[in-house]
């Protein structure tokens, strides 16, 4: 396990913004401009100051090449710039969409959740909007704004049915996998997982969509301009923002002028230290960062802050999940590098990583299982499962379809990844090739084995019909690593989008959404609805372009 830490691996995946920017992965000047900006602070003994504190001064008008007008500008071509864009051009407004990386940027396997829709209704599933909506408020502590969560439960079902239709027409189909059936945290069979077609074929489950997008809003008129990021919003004397300022590849000013609206999607702050350490803490904590886009530093954020926009309270909400190192690990025994049981194994994905991390103590830990792991995993789900502890089978699947599949994940994990996946046919050897004392692991086994066949657990109380005792050899050992996928928070938006300054009023002409904007969620990701941030934004996106163009209508 020599060499595999997460201090060892945060050196290369998770660069401050300032070496983001060395790498050329930001493409946003301010940075640099806010960099001498705070120089100055110094220079003349003041505080020092956040870079999204310190406005760089204006870019000059005759510092600009080419002036180009539009009514909305996006700037972002992730899943809600993509979905926005389309949707504003769709409904008759002229459209551009500036994209500072060569591609379009799309995360996690595609899926989207939706609360309702009609391949729902296919498959006879319906869901209580009254308690998912009461159970994602309260995953957030309370402290999201209800009012945006409601929206969402409104426009849900109409989005989806829409991008339904689009991706039918592209020669795609929907499979909708299972939830689960956990009583705690239970997850609602809503993933809406698109594949096939000539547009997924060329590109990958985690892009498809976007590309879908842009060849909708391509047809509908709609311009994505590539390599082209923003530096800097453009206001005028009232303060309201006109356009935004863009850098083209060699190195030459753009102004785009938008009359109906500029809208930041930006994407998050996960690698932006600076950003981290002041707002999510949090992922300071986890193995890696599993999030694929590199260039997410938060210009978005910085534009936001620069033009009066404001900040959701912190600490931001995390999206984690524990495959960082090994993808399976069932609700089976945890234990630390102690060797310790220290945390209820049966638990949704954040709970795992958050229990890794602050009870295990450690970035990682390890699932403990021995020979009867298949039939027992099978036992679980019919108790649990969800999220990776099940697998992304279609609904109405046989449990074994996921058995069979995280045998095959197992396997082949011992037999090509074998820092993250160990077997042995005694404890003393397990416990020596995952590095923990071989007595405190016995010790441990024993005491839980124990409390199995007691049918209580007295330590964590997990509920009986998970626990399985460790007692056949051959013994397994999964790792147990969080890795951060997003930080779902950041720009103080109003329900119709709009940035909102610290008073809560509107910055006129200035819109965001997607995993730049806040206040939909708070402290944690909730994902009793899986998928739902694909889903808020499909939900931001499609309703904001309605908005823009002037056709919106509030259900």
């Known amino acids: 396990m020599t060499g595999i830490s997460r201090r060892n691996l945060l050196k290369g995946a998770a660069f401050s913004a300032a070496g983001v920017a060395a790498l050329g992965l930001a493409g946003c000047a301010p940075q640099t401009e806010a960099t001498k900006a705070e120089a100055g602070l110094a220079e003349t003994g003041e505080t020092a100051k956040h870079t999204w504190e310190v406005k760089p001064e204006p870019i000059a008008a005759d510092q600009v090449s080419q002036t180009v007008d539009t009514e909305v500008l996006v700037i972002g071509g992730g899943y809600s710039g993509s979905c926005c864009a389309l949707s504003a051009a769709q409904n008759g407004a002229k459209t551009i969409l500036v994209e500072k990386d060569a591609v379009l940027n799309g995360h996690g396997v595609g899926g989207t959740g939706a609360i309702a829709s ?34 969402w439960f409104r426009e849900s079902e109409r989005c989806m049915n829409w991008f339904l239709d689009m991706a039918e027409a592209n020669g795609a189909n929907c499979m909708v996998t299972v939830g689960s059936n956990s009583t705690v945290h239970p997850e609602i069979a809503c993933y809406h997982f698109m594949s096939g077609g000539p547009i997924f074929e060329e590109h990958t489950m985690a892009d498809f969509v976007e590309y879908m997008f842009e060849a909708e809003a391509l047809k509908a008129g709609a311009e994505f301009v590539y390599e082209m990021p923003a530096v800097q919003l453009v206001q005028d004397e009232s303060g309201k923002v006109t356009g935004a300022i863009c850098q083209n590849k060699s190195g030459e000013y753009v102004q785009y002028n938008a009359s109906k609206g500029v809208v930041l999607a930006t994407g998050d702050i996960s690698y932006n230290d600076e950003y981290i350490d002041a707002f999510a803490p949090v992922a300071n904590r986890v193995f890696t960062r599993l999030c694929s886009d590199q260039g997410n530093v938060g210009d978005g954020h910085n534009m936001a802050a620069w033009a009066g926009g404001a900040f959701q ?29 220290f945390m209820n194994e049966a638990t949704w994905v954040q709970g795992k990583c958050l229990g890794v991390m602050y ?62 996946y160990k077997r042995a046919d005694t404890l003393e050897e397990l416990a020596e090739m995952i590095e923990v004392d071989p007595a405190e692991l016995k010790a441990t086994v ?15 109380y997990k509920e009986n019909h998970f626990l399985f ?31 909102l300054n610290e008073n809560d009023e509107p910055i006129p002409g200035l819109y965001a959404i997607g995993n730049c904007a806040g206040d939909i969620y708070a402290v944690d990701y909730p994902i009793n609805i899986q998928g739902n941030s694909h889903g808020r934004c499909l939900v931001q996106g499609k309703c904001l372009g309605e908005q823009l163009a002037g056709v919106y209508q509030e259900i």
């Open 359 to 420: 009870n295990g103590g450690s970035d990682h830990a390890w699932s403990i299982f021995d020979a009867n792991w298949q039939n027992d995993l099978k036992s679980s789900l019919e108790h649990g499962g969800g999220m990776f502890w099940d697998t992304f089978r279609p609904y109405g699947s046989d449990y074994q379809v996921a058995v069979d599949g995280h045998t095959k994940t197992v396997e082949n994990g011992i037999a090509e990844t074998p820092d993250y």
């Open 313 to 341: 309270e912190g600490p931001w909400p995390t999206m984690m999940h524990p495959q960082a190192a090994a993808v399976f690990h069932g609700p089976f025994l945890f234990v630390n590098p102690d060797g310790k049981r």
């Open 469 to 499: 005792p460790v007692e056949e050899g051959p013994f397994t050992a999964c790792m147990v690593a969080p890795g951060l996928l997003a930080v779902c928070g950041g720009i103080h938006i109003s329900d119709n989008f709009e940035v």
């Open 446 to 460: 024993e005491r839980y084995n124990k409390l199995c066949k007691e049918g209580e657990d007295k330590d964590f």
């Open 118 to 151: 009609r391949a729902l209704d296919d498959l006879g599933l319906k869901f209580d909007k009254s308690l998912e909506m009461e159970r994602w408020v309260s995953t957030c502590g309370n402290r999201c704004r209800e009012s945006l969560v409601g929206k």
